[in-house]
């Protein structure tokens, strides 16, 4: 079970920090993203941990503002958002998955495991 948090309104240039808590799974065996859907748009991704938890991967567009961490003692991983833009406006997503490969990480539909989202609002 994958449950996120931190979700709210901020002005643009402002910060808002993410949480996934994981349950029920061996948390350093899967790799970990954030996906993000805005209305009318498909799901795309964000930012991931690779299985082996020892690399990151960033969209393009958060490259620089964005920031991706774990703690495994808790089971969590963050998603630091820095430098918020109303283009970052979206439901965010944690997802993970424990068998899939290098070269669908940001592909959402090679995720089995889904968290319910959270909003974040960013006005301009």
């Known amino acids: 079970q994958l449950v996120e948090s931190g979700g709210g309104l901020v002005q643009a240039g402002g910060s808002l920090r993410l949480s996934c808590a994981a349950s029920?799974?061996?948390?350093?065996?899967?790799?970990m993203a954030w996906f993000r859907q805005a209305t009318g748009k498909e799901r795309e991704y964000v930012a991931g941990?690779?299985?082996?938890?020892?690399?990151?991967y960033y969209a393009d567009s958060v490259k620089g503002r964005f920031t991706i961490s774990r703690d495994n003692a808790k089971n969590t991983v963050y998603l630091q958002m820095n430098s918020l833009k109303a283009e970052d406006t979206a439901v965010y997503y944690c997802?993970?998955?424990?068998?899939?490969?290098?070269?669908?990480?940001?592909?959402?539909?090679?995720?089995?495991?889904w968290g319910q989202g959270t909003q974040v609002t960013v006005s301009s």
């Open positions: 941990f690779a299985r082996s938890g020892g690399y990151t």
């Open positions: 997802a993970a998955d424990n068998s899939i490969i290098t070269s669908r990480y940001r592909d959402y539909k090679g995720y089995r495991h």
């Open positions: 029920g799974v061996t948390f350093n065996r899967y790799a």
